[in-house]
């Protein structure tokens, strides 16, 4: 039996003048997911003592994030961080990788990429936050 007019659920009209939010990630500090970079960043925030990572500097140049990561009982290493939503903007806003060590972004989406990347979609997406 085919649904009534009346019941058909139509998709939402946007409404511009109010933001667009990101997926339900709770129970993080950030209810949604990121949209933009500032997003990653803060997310990253929440989440990087867990991952092994205490952030030293932010700042807005290149790199984004210089920060110690724990690589052994009580050994720390410093590395240089960047942000960015997509993986592949790294090589839209044309950083050096030799300038850079790990890419966190929400979405990895470029697979060749010569850094390690930090997909925070799969890190939050798969419990490997706790």
Same mark, same amino acid.
């Given at each position: 039996?085919?649904?009534?007019?009346?019941?058909?659920?139509?998709?939402?009209? /946007?409404?511009?003048?109010?933001?667009?939010?990101?997926?339900?990630?709770?129970?993080?500090?950030?209810?949604?997911?990121?949209?933009?970079?500032? !997003?990653?960043?803060?997310?990253?925030?929440?989440?990087?003592?867990?991952? !092994?990572? /205490? /952030?030293?500097?932010?700042? !807005?140049?290149?790199?984004?994030?210089?920060?110690?990561?724990?690589?052994?009982?009580?050994?720390?290493?410093?590395?240089?961080?960047?942000?960015?939503?997509?993986?592949?903007?790294?090589?839209? #806003?044309? #950083?050096?990788?030799?300038?850079?060590?790990?890419? /966190?972004?929400?979405? #990895?989406?470029?697979?060749?990429?010569?850094?390690?990347?930090?997909?925070?979609?799969?890190?939050?997406?798969?419990?490997?936050? #706790?």
């Amino acid at each position: 039996m085919a649904a009534s007019p009346e019941c058909e659920q139509k998709k939402p009209m /946007v409404m511009t003048d109010r933001p667009v939010y990101g997926p339900l990630i709770r129970p993080y500090p950030m209810i949604h997911g990121p949209i933009n970079e500032n !997003g990653v960043l803060y997310l990253f925030g929440t989440v990087s003592e867990r991952l !092994g990572f /205490v /952030v030293t500097l932010i700042q !807005g140049a290149f790199p984004d994030c210089y920060a110690m990561r724990l690589v052994d009982v009580d050994r720390w290493q410093p590395v240089r961080i960047e942000f960015e939503y997509e993986s592949r903007n790294f090589l839209k #806003h044309m #950083h050096d990788p030799s300038g850079c060590d790990i890419i /966190v972004c929400w979405k #990895h989406n470029w697979p060749e990429c010569p850094l390690e990347v930090i997909e925070l979609s799969k890190v939050v997406g798969e419990g490997s936050y #706790h």
